[in-house]
């Protein structure tokens, strides 16, 4: 069984930075494929970030491409999402995801993670 939990939400001023981390236990980070992904008050959770087992190739929504960065530390077997020139409409509960081996069009679908963490919320404002 594989947990998630997600840290390093919070308060950050427009421009800003925060970086969210992924702990990960039940089984090696580097063999599961992760994601991230946000539900924004009144909206539907959607697709931000996500890393592939093995081989690590990283993709990101368009909304948050050269903004975030996605990262994986196998040693502390934690995913971080790296958020820079944070805008208001960033504001949401960040959730983590984990599943097996995905297949590239597979990654921004939350239906082929079986794990998630409890959500981490973020909010963007001054």
């Known amino acids: 069984q594989v947990q998630l939990v997600e840290s390093g939400g919070g308060l950050v001023q427009p421009g800003g930075s925060l970086k969210l981390s992924c702990a990960t236990s039940?089984?090696?980070?580097?063999?599961?494929?992760t994601g991230w992904f946000r539900q924004a008050p009144g909206k539907e959770r959607e697709f931000v970030a996500a890393?592939?087992?093995?081989?690590?190739?990283?993709y990101y929504a368009a909304s948050v491409k050269g903004r975030f960065t996605i990262s994986r530390d196998s040693a502390k077997n934690t995913v971080d999402l790296h958020m820079n020139s944070l805008k208001a409409e960033d504001t949401a509960v960040y959730y983590c995801?984990?599943?097996?081996?995905?297949?590239?069009?597979?990654?921004?679908?939350?239906?082929?993670?079986?794990?998630w963490g409890q959500g981490t919320q973020v909010t963007v404002a001054s």
């Open positions: 039940g089984r090696a980070v580097a063999r599961l494929s």
């Open positions: 890393i592939k087992s093995n081989g690590g190739s990283t």
């Open positions: 995801a984990a599943g097996g081996s995905l297949i590239t069009s597979s990654l921004t679908s939350q239906n082929q993670y079986p794990y």
